[in-house]
């Protein structure tokens, strides 16, 4: 590009050094940093692609182990023509809870004509909780683990398990999970006054994190059948 896309500067591969055999691959790298177990992080960025010849490919690559075992958690190849690409994003939600490491990687073709340049590059975060189900009957419309579901109504595993966020208990409804079963939720548990969670033998509630509580104001049943 001509010149920066946000402010004064850019970070860019000169594929002209191919010619200089200083090799067809580049990196530019973040330090170490935590992603809390209660955040999502989202890595945006622009970036400019632009050759006249076969073009390389331009990653994001991520690394929660102290440098081995680098995974792609996005990538772009061939060129997108001279404007500025704006705006760009890739979920780090994989390394939430978790010390990680990002790495851009140009690799060029061998070709000259391969020019990479990146601006704006930032991380954000946002609540791991981002939605709320709440059931009052009917079907449990749970999508994922960033869901947090509030049960209002009676409800019986065998109607289908699910994964949760966090979950609520309340309005005097019973949870039920039943033997085969399972509930997995990967923070807090709440029972409200009134309501109830029975985990029939062979049913499975399972909290995911060690900082998760259980906040118990109604009842939870465990039973167990012996032999």
């Not at 601006?119 to 419309?141: F, H, K, M, P, Q």
């Not at 039943?178 to 909290?207: F, K, M, P, W």
């Amino acid at each position: 590009p001509t010149e920066a896309n946000q402010g004064d500067l850019y970070t860019y591969f000169e594929a002209t050094s191919i010619d200089s055999g200083l090799g067809t691959t580049a990196y530019i790298g973040s330090p170490c940093f935590v992603i809390p177990e209660d955040k999502v992080a989202t890595v945006t960025f622009d970036y400019h692609m632009l050759s006249s010849d076969v073009m390389g490919t331009l990653s994001l690559e991520a690394n929660a182990n102290d440098g081995m075992g680098w995974t792609e958690v996005w990538s772009q190849t061939g060129s997108q023509g001279a404007a500025w690409q704006n705006g760009e994003t890739a979920s780090l939600l994989a390394y939430t809870g978790t010390t990680v490491k990002l790495r851009f990687k140009a690799a060029a073709t061998n070709s000259f004509r391969n020019d990479f340049a990146l601006d704006n590059i930032r991380i954000t975060l946002e609540d791991y909780c981002n939605s709320v189900v709440t059931y009052n009957g009917g079907t449990l419309a749970v999508t994922d683990f960033r869901d947090t579901v509030t049960i209002r109504a009676d409800y019986n595993t065998t109607n289908g398990s699910f994964d949760a966020c966090s979950l609520v208990v309340t309005n005097n409804a019973t949870l039920t999970i039943a033997a085969d079963t399972y509930a997995n939720i990967r923070s807090n548990v709440t029972v409200d006054a009134g309501s109830q969670i029975i985990i029939e033998h062979q049913g499975s509630l399972v909290q995911i994190l060690e900082s998760a509580e259980v906040t118990n104001n109604g009842n939870i049943n465990v039973t167990i059948t012996t032999p």
